[in-house]
């Protein structure tokens, strides 16, 4: 950052690897914090469609629903972001790029996971 400053896209790539290897080491809250302050950024020098924008969307759904702490409330917020995603992407991309299907794969994967997680159990188990 102190050699290209925080809005340079080389500044961007490299804080999309950092919150890639944050959640590969499963630290989610650092992941989360990076991201977003960042994203605004990128969505700002990049642009809405930029990949590394729509990377760094999916990154920040990821650090959501991935950690094992992940309440309800983060599983639906990581859906509500992969569906403002997946409308842009269709939108921008088409549906055949592949950036766009692997997020209208997480989304699908990830609306079954919130849909399991708000119905109760059968018998009404506490």
């Avoid at 950092?18 to 991201?35: P, Q, T």
Wanted: net charge positive; glycine share 4%.
């Amino acid at each position: 950052m102190k050699l290209n400053g925080k809005e340079h896209p080389s500044t961007l790539v490299a804080a999309n690897s950092y919150a890639d290897s944050l959640i590969s080491l499963e630290r989610f809250e650092e992941a989360k914090v990076l991201l977003r302050k960042t994203m605004p950024v990128a969505r700002r020098v990049l642009g809405e469609s930029a990949d590394l924008t729509f990377k760094m969307r999916l990154m920040y759904a990821a650090a959501l629903y991935d950690d094992p702490a992940a309440t309800l409330d983060d599983l639906s917020e990581a859906v509500t972001r992969l569906e403002d995603a997946q409308r842009i992407a269709r939108r921008v991309l088409g549906a055949a790029h592949p950036l766009t299907a692997a997020i209208e794969r997480t989304l699908r994967d990830k609306r079954a996971v919130l849909c399991a997680r708000e119905t109760p159990p059968p018998g009404g188990g506490a």
